[in-house]
């Protein structure tokens, strides 16, 4: 999981296959390229036309390598996982189950899911404009199962500072610009986190808060709070620069996919997104035993990545009358 490239096929009318565990592309009958399937985090099917055998499929699901398909704005919109992808992944279904009975310990679990979330986007904002915009009172003020809803608030301060001027509202929904850029991100994101939780033995549609009989995945959509400033940031770096004018482009989305498996100074660590958001859905597992009561986010979000010799590849830039991170380009 650790190498985890994210293939994004939205350009042309490729044509996917396996080959003594190769994933090959072929484009116009020509092999474009070949990729170890362990080398492969997340594979995105964007192009109407493209084709591809079961045997990609069954490929993938063995190497728990979740395929994302997308609708004709290339915005993900489903996405296939594999239905084992650990040797006691039952036993772990079991102690999940019996865990989630537990309201009080959901409650408590949310309760570190939210405050991690708005102390990560508090960090963001003081990092981009030297003030919390009143975040940092609503974290250290999260109550059990957030039950007055200091997410909420949150988000209302987050999104009208980080966007301020540009009349932004968020929408899971949204296809402008901003909105659009997010919802990609957050995607992807998604996914990586749904391999993590599916490769510790989880069930990903047994949640810790979210619970919606038609979704998949509110494990990850529970665990994925705390992480999406990592997006937020990238996106908030487009939209300074101009990059985000043509809409959700292939350079877009290529930086955005730059950011979020770029390698991250974490807890004294060099770690990737694939490999953070595992920590996380493992230490899940030790408190469905009862053996931790913390869920494993990082201590301190990281939003710079850093290049092999730790050298940070994100240099600020003017743009706006403002400073402002910029991602580097793929």
Same mark, same amino acid.
């Given at each position: ?132 915009? +009143?975040?940092?009172?609503?974290? $250290? =003020?999260?109550?059990? #199962?957030? /039950?007055?809803? @200091?997410?909420?608030? *949150? ?18 929904? +949204?296809?402008?610009?901003?909105? $659009? =850029?997010?919802?990609? #991100?957050? /995607?992807?994101? @998604?996914?990586?986190? *749904? ?24 494990? $990850? ?110």
């Amino acid at each position: 999981m650790s190498n985890g490239r994210i293939l994004d096929f939205a350009l042309t009318p490729v044509k996917l296959r396996i080959r003594e565990k190769q994933l090959q592309v072929y484009d116009e009958d020509a092999l474009r390229d070949s990729i170890p399937v362990e080398d492969v985090g997340c594979v995105l099917l964007a192009h109407s036309h493209m084709t591809f055998s079961l045997a990609v499929i069954r490929e993938l699901m063995e190497a728990n390598v979740p395929i994302v398909f997308c609708d004709e704005r290339s915005v993900p919109a489903g996405m296939c996982l594999p239905f084992y992808g650990h040797h006691a992944g039952a036993e772990r279904a079991r102690l999940q189950v019996q865990a989630l009975a537990d309201r009080v310990l959901m409650k408590k679990l949310w309760k570190q899911i939210v405050k991690n979330k708005i102390r990560n986007q508090c960090r963001l904002l003081q990092e981009l404009f030297q003030t919390d915009a +009143g975040l940092k009172e609503l974290y $250290a =003020a999260v109550k059990s #199962g957030d /039950s007055d809803n @200091r997410e909420g608030a *949150a988000a209302k301060k987050y999104w009208a500072k980080l966007f301020e001027g540009t009349g932004f509202r968020r929408d899971y929904n +949204g296809a402008d610009k901003i909105n $659009a =850029a997010l919802n990609y #991100g957050y /995607s992807l994101l @998604r996914a990586i986190v *749904a391999r993590g939780i599916v490769s510790v033995g989880l069930v990903p549609s047994l949640g810790v808060c979210h619970h919606n009989k038609y979704n998949g995945f509110a494990l $990850a959509d529970d665990l994925i709070e705390p992480f999406r400033p990592i997006v937020d940031c990238c996106v908030y770096g487009l939209l300074g620069d101009d990059a985000l004018d043509e809409g959700l482009t292939p350079e877009v989305k290529c930086r955005i996919i730059r950011q979020i498996t770029a390698k991250y100074r974490v807890d004294g660590e060099l770690l990737n997104v694939f490999e953070a958001t595992l920590k996380s859905a493992e230490s899940l597992v030790w408190i469905f035993k009862g053996e931790s009561e913390e869920i494993a986010f990082p201590a301190q979000l990281p939003f710079e990545p850093v290049d092999v010799d730790n050298v940070p590849i994100i240099k600020p830039v003017e743009s706006k009358g403002k400073t402002i991170p910029k991602t580097p380009p793929f």
